[in-house]
């Protein structure tokens, strides 16, 4: 007869385990304790628990990263544009030092708030950074991927932040982004970095702002074509015996 | 005294592919009749001599010529590993020069357009032979089509291979541009083929990689690099070897072409 159980669950040691699921405030698994089922709903409970942001309960980073890559296989196979967008709290330093560390984190739990409210229910808003968001457009075209930004950082731009009884703090993002190449499989890394140099960007032009990356033309004009000849052409003839 | 380590012992057999699956590059042209396949199969050719396992994948899907320049007369193609007549380890087949081939049919009107189809079994087979190889080498097609382009995305690196011709050179730069814009290339390698005569490779290179910088330059922080990968200069016995339908490495391992083709296999290992 085969053995049920390869392991004997009463000699599991979850003390911790349950402490931590507790502390995170995730509610413990209503099914007999130490049951197959029961370790069963701990154990994605303690899976759903490292996959966010203690903070602000988005996504954190290691699962972001995970999803990003699997958008990037998902444009290659069916060809949707994607959206990535960055965000980072403008002087964000400033809060910290002027306000201390507990206001910072009430602002950052309150654009974390604003952005999940903003974005469409497909979308996927992760903390990447102390300050830093990220988000996941699929299916998204390019004019959509503008407004949706716009609404992101318009949304943030509302908040009034109460950081002591009675104390309001105004809050601005600025927003970088950049669409996955249609058809192909990119790698994460070049897809953050185009994203990142638009954040860049908008910080540079003054923050409380979207910058997109410019859609380039790839068509060649009569002007290349022209360059690409003149100086061979002189080359060729002075070489002719 | 060290005994558990042997100097003369190879540090890591060469047969094994490297960590993360094979190197992929995709060999392309722009405009068609340049020397595209030629160079692809030589290149693997060399490359196999080196001691890498290559596949060189047919990446033209219908108008494949890479069977008529090895002289194959396959009966297994792309198309049935495609259509599940066939598994994917019966239609890889040995090549003359010690690579692999899969090879794939000709005049097959339906893989002239990209369907999503093909492209999820092209996606799904790159996968499967990628940790089979030290190198995939892919043959694509002229021109910038979605079948061809998207031929190219399966590659980490592409070889754009153009002859000095006028036409040849405008293709190439049309090509080059539009993997810069639209694949977020960074860096091309070229092949200058039928070069006139030493350092011509260069110049065109230079002259590319000029136009390229005023026209596809613009965008904030991106820098792009076309990188001279080799000169292969018009050579009588590369002529010989297209006629017969030989690895002109094989037939004609001491000419200044194969030489070209192995400084190029060369380089690329780095």
Same mark, same amino acid.
């Given at each position: ?44 409970? +303690?899976?759903? +628990? ?17 999803? +990003? ?20 709290i403008?002087?964000f330093?400033?809060v910290n030092?002027?306000h201390?560390?507990?206001a910072g984190d009430l602002v950052i739990c309150a654009v974390a ?18 300050e ?27 908040l009034?932040v109460?950081i ?5 703090l105004?809050v ?61 052409? +002189? ?7 | 005294?060290?005994?558990?380590? /042997?100097? #003369? ?49 047919? #990446? ?6 890479? /069977? ?12 049935? $590993?495609?259509?599940?007549? #066939? ?60 079948? $061809? ?42 092949? $200058? ?41 018009? /050579?009588?016995?590369?002529?010989? #070897? $297209? ?28």
């Amino acid at each position: 007869m085969p053995a049920k159980t390869l392991i004997d669950a009463n000699a599991l040691d979850l003390d911790q385990a349950l402490q931590l699921l507790q502390q995170a405030g995730a509610l413990l698994p209503d099914e007999p304790p130490r049951s197959v089922a029961w370790l069963q709903a701990v154990l994605n409970a +303690l899976c759903d +628990l490292s996959s966010k942001d203690a903070l602000t309960g988005l996504v954190n980073r290691r699962s972001f990263e995970m999803s +990003l890559t699997r958008e990037v296989d998902r444009v290659a196979r069916s060809g949707e544009a994607a959206l990535l967008l960055i965000l980072d709290i403008d002087h964000f330093k400033a809060v910290n030092d002027t306000h201390g560390h507990g206001a910072g984190d009430l602002v950052i739990c309150a654009v974390a708030k604003a952005i999940a409210q903003a974005v469409r229910p497909m979308d996927l808003v992760a903390r990447v950074g102390g300050e830093e968001f990220a988000i996941i457009l699929p299916s998204c075209a390019t004019h959509v991927g503008l407004i949706v930004a716009e609404r992101v950082r318009q949304r943030v731009a509302e908040l009034s932040v109460e950081i002591t009884p009675g104390e309001m703090l105004g809050v601005t993002v600025s927003l970088g982004g950049a669409f996955a190449p249609q058809w192909v499989r990119s790698s994460t890394l070049l897809w953050m970095e185009r994203a990142d140099r638009q954040l860049y960007r908008a910080k540079a032009d003054g923050r409380n702002r979207t910058c997109l990356e410019p859609q380039i033309d790839s068509l060649v004009s009569a002007e290349e074509k022209g360059m690409l000849f003149t100086p061979l052409n +002189l080359d060729t003839q002075q070489d002719l015996p | 005294m060290n005994t558990t380590h /042997d100097p #003369a012992a190879p540090v890591a057999p060469t047969s094994r592919p490297a960590r993360g699956g094979a190197r992929t590059l995709a060999v392309t042209s722009g405009k068609g009749g340049v020397g595209k396949t030629f160079v692809t199969a030589n290149l693997a050719a060399a490359l196999a001599a080196r001691g890498q396992k290559v596949l060189v994948l047919d #990446a033209d899907l219908g108008l494949a010529n890479l /069977d008529v320049v090895l002289n194959l007369q396959p009966k297994l193609t792309l198309h049935d $590993v495609f259509t599940d007549k #066939a598994t994917l380890d019966q239609a890889i087949l040995p090549a003359p020069g010690g690579f692999s081939v899969l090879l794939a049919g000709s005049g097959m009107v339906e893989y002239s357009r990209l369907t999503p189809d093909i492209r999820d079994k092209l996606l799904h087979i790159i996968d499967l032979v990628k940790p089979r190889f030290d190198w995939v080498l892919l043959d694509t097609g002229a021109g910038i089509s979605d079948v $061809v382009l998207f031929a190219i995305s399966l590659a980490s690196d592409v070889l754009v291979v153009a002859t000095p011709e006028p036409t040849s050179l405008t293709d190439a730069y049309a090509t080059i541009k539009v993997l810069a814009t639209q694949q977020e290339r960074r860096q091309v390698g070229l092949l $200058v083929n039928q070069a006139n005569r030493v350092g011509e490779g260069r110049l065109i290179c230079g002259q590319l990689q000029q136009v390229l910088q005023r026209f596809v330059g613009p965008i904030p922080g991106q820098t792009f690099k076309l990188e001279l990968m080799g000169e292969v200069r018009a /050579d009588q016995a590369v002529r010989q #070897a $297209v006629l017969k339908r030989q690895l002109m490495l094989e037939h004609y391992p001491g000419c200044d072409a194969a030489q070209a083709i192995k400084a190029l296999a060369t380089k690329l290992l780095g």
